[in-house]
Each structure stands twice: as structure tokens, then as C-alpha cells.
């Protein structure tokens, strides 16, 4: 197995507790228990009987790259936003409409 699986299979194992969670996601740890009450965040799940509840790191690392995927939008040309009297004051203050 490479490195890369053995880390992937890792992250499957490894289980982090509330604390933890809370400092790589960047959010205090009742913002959590908030977002999994809402569905917005995985459920932790209870490795054993009467134990604390704890996620998976993979869980969590595939929230964290989702959540910047919506994030992100790619950029809009300028031109494109705007419109109608919008787009001809523009041309206007630039110099390009005479007319």
C-alpha cells in the first residue's frame, strides 16, 4: 500500500472528540453540537458503550472540502453584471458612448 492509502485508511480509523472537532473546523464546540441538531454537520458517532461521542477524521476532512467547494464561485466578468442604463453610464464615464 502507498503512503497516500495508508493515510486515507487512517483517517477512516482515527476519531476525534468534540474538543478537537471545534479546532479544525474553527468554531467552538456548541456551534457544533448546533450544526449537527440542524443536519448541516455529520452526526459523531459512539465508538463504545456509555463513551463519548467522537467523529471520524475522513467524515470531518470531507465536510471541511465540500463546504469549500459551495464556497467557492468562480469569478464573473465584470461586463457581464451589468445591464441596460447601468452598462451605458459606464460606457459613458469612459469615454466609449458619444451618443
Known amino acids: 500500500m502507498s503512503?497516500?492509502?495508508?493515510d486515507e485508511l487512517l483517517d477512516q480509523v482515527r476519531l476525534l472528540d468534540r474538543r478537537q472537532?471545534?479546532?479544525l473546523v474553527g468554531r467552538a464546540a456548541n456551534t457544533l453540537?448546533?450544526?449537527v441538531a440542524?443536519?448541516?454537520f455529520p452526526r459523531p458517532i459512539q465508538a463504545?458503550?456509555?463513551?463519548?461521542?467522537?467523529w471520524r477524521l475522513a467524515q470531518v476532512?470531507?465536510?471541511i472540502a465540500r463546504r469549500a467547494r459551495i464556497r467557492y464561485r468562480a469569478p464573473?466578468?465584470?461586463g457581464s453584471l451589468l445591464r441596460g442604463k447601468k452598462l451605458h453610464r459606464q460606457r459613458r464615464r469612459?469615454?466609449?458612448d458619444h451618443g
Open 3 to 6: 503512503t497516500n492509502a495508508n
Open 21 to 23: 472537532v471545534a479546532e
Open 94 to 96: 469612459a469615454g466609449g
Open 48 to 54: 463504545i458503550d456509555g463513551g463519548k461521542k467522537q
Open 38 to 40: 440542524a443536519g448541516k
Open 33 to 35: 453540537d448546533e450544526w
Open 61 to 63: 476532512k470531507d465536510w
Open 76 to 78: 464573473t466578468p465584470r
